[in-house]
């Protein structure tokens, strides 16, 4: 997997990353808010003894350098390439960070945000609430049909998914205790709580965003 995004600010600045599924390997000096002890998550399976530093922090790094002192409103052009195909559109900057850091965060390493990472081999950019919501049902029914293919016993009734996205709120909300403390501007803590809110609907109201998206796929559904 190579995703590509680039940014083109107001002031004609621009700005590229590459998000691939191998590890990074920085071997210089990291900041003490990457350190993995510091706003350690409370679901994190990881000791210091295995990993100095949190593989999330780590992979959105060079993120939250480039960007945390700027506007989280101002107009940004972005370009996201990857093998096979282009997107582009005009966005705010909150809206461009949290699909890059979306994608960063489950290629990133992280032991709980890796059941993420099938999902972001297929990334869509920019996706909205409920194109969220249909990609992480549609991709986890998929996950349960393959299990029922394999002799093992299918979650058709999605309890497993909401348990995902708890697990994964915890992660947010320390990933945002994380960034809060470097960021002098608001749009790497904009971004990622736009990001935090999506992951919750899954949790927290999934039965009424399934029932909006029956409505719409019923409605849809030619008559005879």
Known sequence: MSVGYEFTLEDGRRIAFKVTDQSSGRSEALPAWTRLENCQCSNCPLRASDSVSCPAAVAMLPVVDAFQAEDAYQNVE???????????????????????????????????????????????????????????????????????????????????????????????????????SVCRGDSNLKALLNFFSMASSVSVSLESQLRKLEARILDDQPTF
């Not at 909401?162 to 994964?168: C, K, P, S």
Request: hydrophobic content about 40%; proline content about 3%; some cysteine.
């Open 78 to 180: 972005v370009t996201v390439t990857d093998e096979h195909r282009s997107y582009v559109k005009k966005t705010t900057l909150e809206e461009a960070l949290r699909s890059l850091l979306g994608l960063k965060m489950a290629t990133s390493g992280c032991p709980v945000l890796s059941e993420l990472k099938s999902m972001a081999v297929h990334h869509l950019p920019f996706a909205s609430s409920d194109e969220f919501i249909m990609r992480s049902v549609s991709h986890y029914l998929l996950e349960q049909y393959f299990e029922m293919r394999h002799g093992k016993d299918p979650d058709w009734m999605l309890k497993g998914l909401v348990e995902r996205n708890q697990r994964l709120q915890l992660v947010n909300q320390a990933l945002w205790q994380r960034i809060h």
